[in-house]
């Protein structure tokens, strides 16, 4: 038999009992808790300390139709095949106002290309391992410290180019290949850049540097840039850009060709002996970029480049001139879908620019004066947020051939199947 007390206060008394126990229980849990060892990450220390990390993996397949030419697909050098294009992973702290810097680390296939003179890790053409694009499957790619004040920034190290439209990072492209123009300017400089906002709408960057892809600079001269950046509206904006100085130039191991009797003087033993020498390079790039609506967005970029004391044909130095032209357009059609459509021009005048790389020095083949034209269309789609799956169909097409067969001949027409995943983090 159960007795229930009919006295209130036996139920007030347990109900205070219950609330002692639980105000003892609580602070019995806070107190275990402040003596246990606080949550440490390395995130969590990062972000503490305003510094931003983020990275990304690009993994991919290309098929070609014939072998690709390095000096069209700079990134595409393998008929048919499974890559670790890149592996990135950048560190960076950089107030709007006071001192910062940006560390960026590029591991995969990719590096071998991008790696500049002096720092390159791969296989190559000289026994300190150190031409520029040698190879290698690790690369600094940028490092540079930064002081900003007011309307100016001044950074010193190394940094990627003001120069074109796409990116060594390959998640901030919107095609899998690049155009061929990617791999006719500078990838990254190191030296000092100087950034002044003028006004809202305009900004002015002045630099001197090593020049073209070049840690360790190869000639006693600097390189200049300059570049202006017009915002017209908030939809649309216009860069001019140039750079200009000595750049050394290695003469190409071609049949018939006698370099050392062309090159006499001003000779850099270092890079080349007797086969190289300097001449000045000027590259004048400009790039438009305008949204003609929300989800569609057009960029037009315009390249005209020359190379003094280059070789021009056999027994022949002389400057080189090319240029080139390239159109994007990108349309937004959803959240997870996208198109992509680039066409481009690239003219080399005397056929140094544009050499097919089949001989046995590996440095290239004069074919003379070409004109190459590519189409590329591509479609991503991103299922969320930080991933991308890209499909491509690309055509090359070449006044001259330039693209190797299977027998050996070389063709005048490419086409190139691409499929690729990008992970952002």
Same mark, same amino acid.
């Given at each position: 038999?159960?007795?229930?007390?009919?006295?209130?206060?036996?139920?007030?008394?347990?109900?205070?009992?219950?609330?002692?126990?639980?105000?003892?229980?609580?602070?019995?849990?806070?107190?275990?808790?402040?003596?246990?060892?606080?949550?440490?990450?390395?995130?969590?220390?990062?972000?503490?300390?305003?510094?931003?990390?983020?990275?990304?993996?690009?993994?991919?397949?290309?098929?070609?139709?014939?072998?690709?030419?390095?000096?069209?697909?700079?990134?595409?050098?393998?008929?048919?095949?499974?890559?670790?294009?890149?592996?990135?992973?950048?560190?960076?702290?950089?107030? +709007?106002?006071?001192?910062?810097? &940006?560390?960026?680390? /590029? @591991? !995969?296939? *990719? %590096?071998?290309?991008?790696?500049?003179?002096?720092?390159?890790?791969?296989?190559?053409?000289?026994?300190?391992?150190?031409?520029?694009?040698?190879?290698?499957?690790?690369?600094?790619?940028?490092?540079?410290?930064?002081?900003?004040?007011?309307?100016?920034?001044?950074?010193?190290?190394?940094?990627?180019?003001?120069?074109?439209?796409?990116?060594?990072?390959?998640?901030?492209?919107?095609?899998?290949?690049?155009?061929?123009?990617?791999?006719?300017?500078?990838?990254?400089?190191?030296?000092?850049?100087?950034?002044?906002?003028?006004?809202?709408?305009?900004?002015?960057?002045?630099?001197?540097?090593?020049?073209?892809?070049?840690?360790?600079?190869?000639?006693?001269?600097?390189?200049?840039?300059?570049?202006?950046?017009?915002?017209?509206?908030?939809?649309?904006?216009?860069?001019?850009?140039?750079? +200009?100085?000595?750049?050394?130039? &290695?003469?190409?191991? /071609? @049949? !018939?060709? *006698? %370099?050392?009797?062309?090159?006499?003087?001003?000779?850099?033993?270092?890079?080349?002996?007797?086969?190289?020498?300097?001449?000045?390079?000027?590259?004048?790039?400009?790039?438009?970029?305008?949204?003609?609506?929300?989800?569609?967005?057009?960029?037009?970029?315009?390249?005209?480049?020359?190379?003094?004391?280059?070789?021009?044909?056999?027994?022949?130095?002389?400057?080189?001139?090319?240029?080139?032209?390239?159109?994007?357009?990108?349309?937004?059609?959803?959240?997870?879908?996208?198109?992509?459509?680039?066409?481009?021009?690239?003219?080399?005048?005397?056929?140094?620019?544009?050499?097919?790389?089949?001989?046995?020095?590996?440095?290239?083949?004069?074919?003379?004066?070409?004109?190459?034209?590519?189409?590329?269309?591509?479609?991503?789609?991103?299922?969320?947020?930080?991933?991308?799956?890209?499909?491509?169909?690309?055509?090359?097409?070449?006044?001259?051939?330039?693209?190797?067969?299977?027998?050996?001949?070389?063709?005048?027409?490419?086409?190139?199947?691409?499929?690729?995943?990008?992970?952002?983090?």
């Amino acid at each position: 038999m159960t007795f229930i007390s009919k006295n209130p206060r036996s139920y007030f008394g347990l109900f205070a009992a219950v609330l002692c126990l639980g105000a003892s229980t609580l602070s019995q849990a806070k107190d275990e808790e402040s003596d246990a060892e606080p949550e440490v990450s390395l995130g969590k220390l990062f972000k503490k300390a305003n510094i931003e990390v983020k990275g990304y993996l690009d993994m991919g397949y290309m098929a070609h139709s014939q072998t690709p030419d390095p000096s069209v697909q700079v990134f595409d050098t393998t008929k048919n095949s499974f890559a670790l294009n890149q592996a990135s992973v950048t560190i960076s702290k950089l107030p +709007t106002q006071g001192i910062g810097g &940006l560390v960026n680390l /590029t @591991a !995969g296939s *990719n %590096a071998g290309v991008i790696c500049s003179y002096g720092a390159c890790s791969g296989n190559n053409l000289n026994s300190n391992n150190t031409t520029a694009g040698s190879g290698g499957y690790f690369d600094l790619t940028q490092a540079f410290m930064q002081y900003a004040k007011n309307a100016w920034t001044v950074m010193g190290g190394k940094y990627t180019t003001l120069a074109g439209v796409e990116y060594i990072d390959s998640g901030a492209d919107t095609n899998i290949t690049r155009s061929i123009l990617f791999g006719k300017i500078p990838f990254t400089h190191t030296g000092l850049r100087a950034i002044n906002n003028v006004t809202e709408a305009t900004t002015l960057t002045m630099g001197v540097n090593n020049g073209w892809d070049q840690v360790t600079g190869m000639t006693a001269s600097k390189t200049v840039e300059m570049a202006v950046n017009e915002a017209f509206t908030k939809d649309t904006s216009l860069l001019f850009d140039i750079y +200009t100085g000595d750049e050394t130039v &290695l003469a190409p191991a /071609t @049949a !018939g060709v *006698n %370099a050392s009797n062309m090159f006499t003087a001003n000779t850099f033993t270092a890079y080349g002996g007797a086969n190289a020498r300097a001449g000045n390079r000027t590259l004048l790039d400009m790039v438009f970029t305008t949204n003609l609506t929300q989800s569609l967005t057009f960029i037009l970029n315009a390249d005209h480049a020359s190379q003094q004391n280059e070789i021009i044909g056999l027994n022949q130095v002389g400057t080189e001139t090319y240029w080139g032209v390239a159109g994007y357009l990108n349309y937004q059609i959803n959240e997870q879908y996208r198109v992509s459509f680039r066409a481009e021009e690239v003219r080399d005048n005397s056929g140094a620019a544009l050499a097919t790389g089949i001989d046995t020095g590996g440095y290239g083949v004069l074919v003379g004066p070409n004109t190459v034209r590519e189409a590329t269309l591509t479609l991503g789609y991103a299922p969320v947020k930080a991933f991308e799956l890209r499909g491509e169909i690309r055509e090359d097409r070449a006044d001259k051939g330039l693209f190797a067969e299977s027998n050996g001949i070389l063709s005048q027409s490419m086409t190139t199947y691409g499929l690729q995943g990008i992970y952002k983090f």
